[in-house]
């Protein structure tokens, strides 16, 4: 980046006031951090990419076609290990809500800067553990560690569970971070009801990642224990119960989603209001529903165990529970919605994500009512009808929204626009290249294609290959974004303080904003996303 064009009056910027590799690594900024969250996220993208490429490759013939069986379940595995626990997880709250959350409150830092910066080190402490182990020798239990296989698996399972472990430190340490700073770091005139609703998500989502995390460090640490020292908590030959694990594991891994989804939803808010130019519709429910989904999303563990054999009330009830969560979402899907209606559409790129992320939302959640109907979910478990639903919903929400986050907070970060019309052929393909990747595998599922199964019967081959085919157009997708990205770092044509004539808080600090985000304390005088004021915010 040159520094006399970055920034306006070329003042400093916290990308070049320091910049030596030492100033970097021993940073406190939050914005460097968000910065260095960024790069190992999207590192973990990449690689979890190349698994499905595999994947998918492999799945293009019936029989085998690239690798043997063995390799192809440590294949799946690793690529469901990579995206979840260190992309999906970690990818908005860790990288965007470091960037933006204390912008968006006026605060100069986060509350705890110092755990701020371990938290990075934490994450890639534990993701180096975890690809060691995928080096080392792969894991073949799938993402889930279920027991009891994954106490006797041969498979380097040890290390992965531990990577994953030491990385709910870092899960825990941000969510307490970002608890605290909005509690205590609200510049003046940020009363409750004027914060953004990326921080209530934020917020939301921080509660769920400091209450469930434990639970997952417990079991994974237990599965471990029982691996190295054989307690027998989980060996029925031993008194154990190979159950508790599911019920421990999706306590935590449940709720997950939410702390996945609420985030992605977060996002959706803020680039819904910036590109309809109105103020969004329904604050108030939004923020509400953001909560109600946290609370019901601990009471909906057991839709993954309708077949494990608990008792057919609790399933009913589990299914019910369920079922609440896609009314809080239908309520937020409203809001949006009406948000755009009657408002100044400025279809830019992130707004084609957005587009992309209601459409991608609703279809996996109305198959998400149906999967928690436990009649039929007997029928497509463990099939790909489920692999299509949770990427639908997973992908679908993380995916778009951390795409439609780099878009729009890009020239914020970086003072740099990309090109806008190579970023919209690049959404287009990946909005596309997903639909064309997931929607066969539904009809895959309810064919009766187990997931996680390396052949299938030649008259399933048409399918697979079209999804072969849609996934080989969101890799294109992908590179295309990679390419003009970097690019633009370089060469793209440098930003105004606010290019989207946004009115979020985050765009009162210049773009990039300096080292201590602003010039001088900011007051917030008007309601979030008021676009009823005439101008956009005056820079402090
Ligand atoms: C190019 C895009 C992608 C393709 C082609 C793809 C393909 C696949 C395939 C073939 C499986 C194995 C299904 C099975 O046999 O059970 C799978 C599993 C999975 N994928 Fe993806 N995937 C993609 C992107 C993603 C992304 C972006 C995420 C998360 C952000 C994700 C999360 C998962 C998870 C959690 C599993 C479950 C792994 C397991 O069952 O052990 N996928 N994917
Ligand atoms: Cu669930």
């Given at each position: 980046?040159?520094?006399?064009?970055?920034?306006?009056?070329?003042?400093?910027?916290?990308?070049?006031?320091?910049?030596?590799?030492?100033?970097?690594?021993?940073?406190?900024?939050?914005?460097?951090?968000?910065?260095?969250?960024l790069?190992?996220v999207i590192?973990?993208l990449?690689?979890?990419g190349?698994?499905?490429?595999?994947?998918?490759?492999?799945?293009?013939?019936?029989?085998?076609?690239?690798?043997?069986?063995?390799?192809?379940?440590?294949?799946?595995?690793?690529?469901?290990?990579?995206?979840?626990?260190?992309f999906m997880?970690?990818a908005i709250?860790?990288a965007f809500?470091?960037?933006?959350?204390?912008?968006?409150?006026?605060?100069?830092?986060?509350?705890?800067?110092?755990?701020?910066?371990?938290?990075?080190?934490?994450?890639?402490?534990?993701?180096?553990?975890?690809?060691?182990?995928?080096?080392?020798?792969?894991?073949?239990?799938?993402?889930?560690?279920?027991?009891?296989?994954?106490?006797?698996?041969?498979?380097?399972?040890?290390?992965?569970?531990?990577?994953?472990?030491?990385?709910?430190?870092?899960?825990?340490?941000?969510?307490?971070?970002?608890?605290?700073?909005?509690?205590?770091?609200?510049?003046?005139?940020?009363?409750?009801?004027?914060?953004?609703?990326?921080?209530?998500?934020?917020?939301?989502?921080?509660?769920?990642?400091?209450?469930?995390?434990?639970?997952?460090?417990?079991?994974?640490?237990?599965?471990?224990?029982?691996?190295?020292?054989?307690?027998?908590?989980?060996?029925?030959?031993?008194?154990?119960?190979?159950?508790?694990?599911?019920?421990?594991?999706?306590?935590?891994?449940?709720?997950?989603?939410?702390?996945?989804?609420?985030p992605a939803?977060?996002v959706i808010?803020?680039v819904?209001?910036?590109?309809?130019?109105?103020?969004?519709?329904?604050?108030?429910?939004?923020?509400?529903?953001?909560?109600?989904?946290?609370?019901?999303?601990?009471?909906?563990?057991?839709?993954?165990?309708?077949?494990?054999?608990?008792?057919?009330?609790?399933?009913?009830?589990?299914?019910?529970?369920?079922?609440?969560?896609?009314?809080?979402?239908?309520?937020?899907?409203?809001?949006?919605?009406?948000?755009?209606?009657?408002?100044?559409?400025?279809?830019k790129v992130p707004l084609l994500y957005v587009l992309g992320f209601?459409?991608l939302?609703?279809?996996?959640?109305?198959?998400?009512?149906?999967?928690?109907?436990?009649?039929?979910?007997?029928?497509?478990?463990?099939?790909?009808?489920?692999?299509?639903?949770?990427?639908?919903?997973?992908v679908g929400s993380v995916l778009m929204a951390f795409l439609a986050a780099l878009h729009y907070w890009w020239?914020?970060?970086?003072?740099?626009?990309f090109?806008?019309?190579w970023a919209s052929v690049a959404a287009c393909t990946i909005i596309f290249g997903f639909?064309?990747?997931?929607?066969?595998?539904?009809?895959?599922?309810?064919?009766?294609?187990?997931?996680?199964?390396?052949?299938?019967?030649?008259?399933?081959?048409?399918?697979?290959?079209?999804?072969?085919?849609?996934?080989?157009?969101l890799?294109?997708g992908f590179g295309l974004i990679g390419?003009y990205l970097?690019?633009?770092?370089?060469?793209?044509?440098?930003?105004?303080?606010?290019?989207?004539?946004?009115?979020?808080?985050?765009?009162?600090?210049?773009?990039?904003?300096?080292?201590?985000?602003?010039?001088?304390?900011?007051?917030?005088?008007?309601?979030?996303?008021?676009?009823?004021?005439?101008?956009?915010?005056?820079?402090?």
């Amino acid at each position: 980046m040159n520094p006399s064009t970055a920034g306006s009056l070329a003042e400093p910027t916290y990308l070049n006031h320091e910049t030596t590799v030492r100033s970097w690594l021993l940073t406190r900024d939050h914005k460097r951090i968000g910065v260095m969250f960024l790069v190992l996220v999207i590192s973990a993208l990449l690689l979890g990419g190349v698994f499905a490429m595999l994947l998918r490759i492999e799945l293009l013939t019936p029989g085998p076609t690239i690798m043997g069986p063995m390799t192809y379940n440590r294949v799946f595995t690793l690529h469901g290990v990579t995206m979840v626990w260190l992309f999906m997880i970690p990818a908005i709250p860790s990288a965007f809500g470091n960037f933006v959350l204390p912008l968006m409150l006026g605060a100069k830092e986060v509350a705890f800067p110092r755990l701020n910066l371990a938290s990075v080190y934490i994450y890639a402490a534990g993701a180096a553990l975890t690809v060691f182990g995928m080096v080392w020798s792969g894991a073949d239990t799938g993402w889930t560690f279920y027991t009891p296989y994954s106490t006797t698996s041969p498979t380097a399972v040890t290390p992965i569970l531990l990577g994953v472990f030491i990385i709910g430190f870092s899960t825990i340490i941000t969510g307490l971070n970002f608890i605290t700073t909005t509690h205590t770091l609200r510049a003046p005139g940020m009363h409750w009801s004027r914060i953004p609703l990326f921080v209530w998500a934020i917020y939301g989502t921080s509660v769920i990642q400091v209450v469930a995390t434990p639970v997952l460090a417990m079991v994974l640490v237990l599965v471990a224990l029982e691996r190295v020292a054989g307690v027998g908590i989980f060996d029925p030959t031993r008194g154990g119960d190979p159950v508790l694990f599911q019920h421990m594991f999706w306590f935590y891994s449940h709720p997950a989603v939410y702390i996945m989804v609420l985030p992605a939803m977060g996002v959706i808010t803020e680039v819904v209001c910036a590109f309809s130019r109105k103020n969004i519709f329904g604050y108030r429910m939004i923020a509400a529903s953001t909560f109600g989904i946290a609370f019901v999303g601990f009471f909906s563990w057991g839709h993954h165990m309708f077949v494990s054999g608990q008792s057919t009330f609790g399933s009913g009830i589990f299914g019910v529970l369920s079922m609440l969560v896609a009314i809080f979402t239908a309520i937020k899907i409203f809001n949006w919605v009406a948000t755009m209606y009657g408002g100044a559409i400025d279809l830019k790129v992130p707004l084609l994500y957005v587009l992309g992320f209601i459409f991608l939302l609703t279809f996996g959640g109305m198959t998400g009512v149906a999967v928690a109907t436990t009649s039929l979910d007997v029928h497509w478990h463990d099939t790909y009808f489920i692999v299509a639903h949770f990427h639908y919903i997973m992908v679908g929400s993380v995916l778009m929204a951390f795409l439609a986050a780099l878009h729009y907070w890009w020239p914020k970060m970086f003072g740099r626009l990309f090109p806008e019309r190579w970023a919209s052929v690049a959404a287009c393909t990946i909005i596309f290249g997903f639909i064309v990747t997931f929607l066969p595998q539904f009809l895959l599922g309810n064919m009766g294609m187990p997931r996680r199964y390396y052949q299938y019967p030649s008259e399933m081959q048409w399918l697979n290959v079209l999804s072969t085919a849609g996934a080989s157009l969101l890799a294109f997708g992908f590179g295309l974004i990679g390419l003009y990205l970097v690019w633009s770092l370089r060469y793209g044509k440098v930003s105004p303080a606010n290019p989207w004539g946004s009115r979020g808080y985050e765009w009162f600090s210049a773009s990039p904003p300096g080292p201590h985000n602003f010039r001088e304390p900011p007051r917030f005088e008007r309601e979030v996303h008021d676009y009823t004021v005439s101008e956009a915010p005056h820079v402090f």
